[in-house]
């Protein structure tokens, strides 16, 4: 709705709005109550024809703001594309990769884990033994055992060393994940402005009908539930906020100024 | 020792279970929420409770505060690892009677040393 049509509609609403209040004067100064009372219910159906021309035009703008939105309206089939639907299988999709990843990831550290702890106690057990052969403190048959452990223990290394390697490709394959959910997340965003935006339009066209019609809204006073009072609200994104602590120690600080 | 880790998420539990498991502590469970948990706490002999705050069904703050309520839980320590890090938050946790609160991103360092204290306190 334009500002000008609005204001050319209250304009004629005022006109006649004066024009029944003088006519009601003048039938009065002319002895004529009953003429003025009658004139009352015309200013009725100019306040109601006005109410009804708003409602009108709010429903069609409700309609467009719906459309906008890209919400389903009621009795549309639900396997209708929606833009609201559409979001939360992005966001499904995001907790989906971030979850695949995460476990992809320790599944792999899982794997390497026993690979280098064996690596590293091998090596371990054979320096025990290639420091006494230093010392020339080793028989002959240990020596040949030793020379036979390390051949084994070099062969294996290079094995393994190969196996940890492709498992660090991959763990690193598996941060894709930061690309894919980054772009989904970018017109989650988007959407989310899209749909403020248009909130705020419909805020300002009902808080317009309101004022035509003089409906007054009994706020009610915002109600502090007292066990509910502390809400958990998932990490902090900001970093400008006084409330909120940016680290550990921050943390620790406060603890500690309360006696822990 | 027998802990108890609870999180909605499971990536979550799993990093804690594993960072639990380095520092020597491998007899772990694990609940999802506190619905879950608290029946497990008041069933089992839980020696120590790791829980995140935020989770559906009972927070983890509310969890806590059952805990404190229950005659046989009361002396139970609890660390809380979370992603909540309102001032507020942390003082009403610890009016609650947390034992330890760690804000999420956290480090295995940070863990370690949450939980050493708690358990030098503990038992000290």
């Known amino acids: 709705m334009s500002d000008i049509n609005q204001s050319t509609i209250d304009q004629e609403i005022s006109s006649e709005i004066r024009t029944l209040a003088e006519n009601m004067l003048l039938e009065l100064e002319q002895g004529h109550p009953e003429n003025a009372v009658a004139l009352v219910s015309d200013l009725n159906q100019v306040r109601e024809e006005t109410l009804y021309r708003e409602i009108g035009k709010l429903t069609r703008a409700l309609h467009e703001a719906i459309k906008n939105l890209k919400v389903s309206p009621s009795g549309v089939a639900p396997d209708v594309e929606s833009g609201m639907n559409g979001t939360m299988d992005k966001l499904a999709y995001v907790l989906h990769m971030t979850d695949r990843s995460a476990n992809r990831t320790m599944d792999l550290v899982d794997e390497g884990m026993p690979i280098v702890s064996d690596i590293h106690d091998r090596a371990e057990e054979l320096s025990g033994r290639w420091k006494k052969l230093l010392q020339k403190d080793l028989k002959p048959d240990e020596f040949r055992t030793l020379t036979k452990d390390i051949d084994t223990y070099l062969e294996d290394n290079i094995e393994k060393t190969t196996q940890i390697k492709n498992e660090f490709s991959e763990i690193l394959l598996a941060q894709d994940f930061q690309d894919l959910t980054g772009q989904v997340i970018h017109k989650v965003i988007d959407l989310v402005r899209d749909v403020e935006k248009r909130l705020v339009s419909l805020v300002a066209m009902a808080g317009h009908v309101d004022r035509i019609t003089g409906i007054q809204h009994h706020h009610e006073e915002d109600i502090v539930d007292e066990d509910h009072k502390i809400r958990a609200e998932g990490p902090h994104t900001g970093t400008d906020k006084t409330d909120v602590v940016s680290n550990q120690d921050d943390v620790d600080d406060l603890l500690s100024s309360l006696g822990f | ?124």
Not at chain 2, 11 to 34: H, P, S
Not at chain 2, 35 to 46: H, K, S, V
Not at chain 2, 51 to 80: A, F, Q, S, Y
């Open chain 2, 1 to 124: 020792m027998k802990i108890l880790i609870v999180d909605d998420f499971s990536t979550m539990r799993r990093i804690v279970k594993n960072l639990l498991r380095d520092l020597g502590f491998t007899n772990t469970q694990e609940a999802d929420d506190g619905l879950t948990a608290l029946p497990m706490l008041q069933n089992g002999d839980f020696d120590f409770l790791v829980t995140d705050w935020n989770m559906p069904g009972m927070t983890g703050i509310d969890l806590l505060k059952k805990v404190r309520e229950d005659e046989r839980l009361r002396t139970l320590p609890v660390l809380m690892v979370t992603a909540e890090a309102k001032r507020e938050q942390i003082v009403t946790a610890a009016q609650a009677g947390v034992n330890g609160y760690v804000v999420k991103p956290f480090t295995a360092a940070v863990l370690k040393e949450k939980i050493e204290k708690i358990f030098e306190r503990v038992e000290g």
